[in-house]
């Protein structure tokens, strides 16, 4: 049995990802603008092929082994967990057509106003450079090793704060997007300068913050909202190998993240040593929360929706409420390491459960109506696709589905105070161009279509 479980593994993500490529039918780049698709291609990935490739290689990172019912038990709990998702996204409407979104008249598709770009650039940019400047002054003071390492404590308190620095990423995908409306529908070219300083931030705040899915990120969301505007039924090979350029990197500046916070200095050759194929999958390896709660039943309690109602209560600062229930992550780091997550220690970090652990630290088995829940957000955004109108909607739409994709690997509590922030400057930038315009301050210009 021990040797067929990585083969039980990859058979299985080969299953989910194939079954991904078949959703996501279409003659275009818009096929990919598929929920349930993208689950399937990343859950597919995510628990199941890397798990093949670590549980052959033997390498854990909260033990030296598990017992077999373990992996197992992990194994059937992951293929319900996918297929309660399939059953919840299709009893919600799901599987609808998506003939007005993909064979849209161009008509459909128009550009961004300048008073809603410049007002949302305002809204962005000011708070988010002074939350910058913040940041910083912090790396200044501690030095950036000590930055990283006890950033958790540093920034208690601070939440909504430090998430303005996300914010740019918002104002890049709205100039991006509307530049590649204008390019094809009105013959206009791209403001390639601004979007080149705005990517170019994004990144250098990325890696202020030490964060890889941070630097990652632009590139990804960038890709995604082209495939609209793609009329190439194939991915290049070019950009499929950038793609994996970009996945090294990423995975090469964790290993440097990690030397840094251990204060070991920088060492070019070993962090490329843990860029391998398999430390990449060890990378992705969230499988393994679920896998280790199965094999020590008595190291933990459910916590009975603990961590789920953590992000209703959220947007109350932690300096207003020492006492706010903390994420999935926290708890799951203090299961592991009795004592290790504490806001008055020093160098501590979390863990990232991912969902379907998540799910089963609150409810043991029953959490796959987690994925029953999981699957009719994902209904949801489905409809949704053919109601977007303009680049406004469509990157809130991709904001809120890398959410979804996000909450596969990440803590539920964090990845929605993520997607809530990215949300609050489309909505406020709305908001205030519509009050400019309708006291006439500014008028929106007219394109003439090519």
């Given amino acids: 049995m021990e040797t067929m479980l990585p083969i039980i593994f990859a058979m299985a993500g080969a299953a989910f990802i194939a079954g991904g490529f078949g959703s996501a039918k279409g003659q275009d780049g818009r096929r990919f603008a598929n929920p349930i698709a993208l689950f399937l291609v990343v859950y597919g990935c995510l628990y199941f092929v890397a798990p093949a490739i ?12 598990y017992s077999e019912s373990s992996l197992a038990n992990a194994l059937l709990y992951l293929l319900l967990f996918g297929v309660a998702v399939l059953i919840g996204y299709y009893l919600a409407g799901g599987n609808i057509q998506y003939a007005r979104f993909r064979q849209r008249p ?8 300048r008073v809603t770009l410049l007002s949302i650039a305002i809204v962005v940019l000011v708070p988010a450079l002074i939350s910058v400047a913040a940041l910083i002054s912090k790396i200044a003071q501690y030095g950036y090793g000590a930055f990283l390492a006890n950033r958790i404590v540093l920034e208690t308190g601070e939440g909504y704060f430090s998430m303005l620095r996300r914010w740019p990423l918002v104002l890049l995908l709205v100039v991006y997007t509307r530049g590649l409306v204008l390019r094809r529908y009105y013959g206009q070219r791209q403001p390639i300068i601004i979007i080149a300083l705005l990517l170019v931030l994004t990144i250098i705040i990325g890696a202020l913050n030490g964060s890889r899915t941070e630097i990652a990120m632009p590139f990804v969301m960038m890709a995604a909202c082209y495939t609209v505007f793609s009329k190439v039924s194939r991915i290049p090979l070019a950009k499929l190998v950038m793609v994996g350029v970009m996945i090294f990197v990423a995975v090469l500046l964790g290993e440097i993240r990690q030397q840094l916070m251990s204060g070991v200095g920088i060492d070019i050759r070993e962090a490329a040593k843990g860029s391998t194929v398999v430390n990449l999958a ?4 969230e499988y393994e ?27 109350v600062p932690r300096r207003a409420w020492p006492d706010k229930p903390l994420g999935g ?19 501590i970090t979390s863990y990232t459960p991912g969902l379907p652990a998540e799910a089963y630290m609150n409810f043991g088995w029953f959490g796959l109506f987690v994925a029953l829940l999981y699957g009719v957000g994902l209904a949801l955004l489905a409809r949704w696709i053919n109601r977007i109108a303009g680049p406004l909607t469509y990157v809130c739409w991709w904001s809120i589905m890398f959410g979804m994709l996000l909450y596969l690997r990440g803590e539920f509590f964090g990845v929605t105070a993520r997607v809530f922030m990215m949300v609050v400057p489309l909505v406020i930038g709305m908001v205030v161009a519509g009050i400019v315009s309708n006291l006439g301050k500014m008028a929106a210009p007219t394109y003439q279509r090519v």
């Fill in 54 to 65: 670590l549980i052959g290689a033997g390498r854990f990172r909260h033990a030296t082994v």
């Fill in 106 to 113: 161009s008509g459909l598709w128009k550009p961004t106003p």
């Fill in 282 to 285: 060890y990378n992705f390896g």
């Fill in 289 to 315: 929360n679920l896998v280790w709660m199965m094999d020590r039943p008595d190291a933990f309690q459910y916590l009975h929706g603990r961590t789920f109602a953590a992000a209703v209560v959220g947007w």
């Fill in 329 to 347: 992550g926290p708890y799951l780091r203090n299961f592991i390491i009795p004592g290790s997550y504490d806001l008055r220690g020093h160098n």
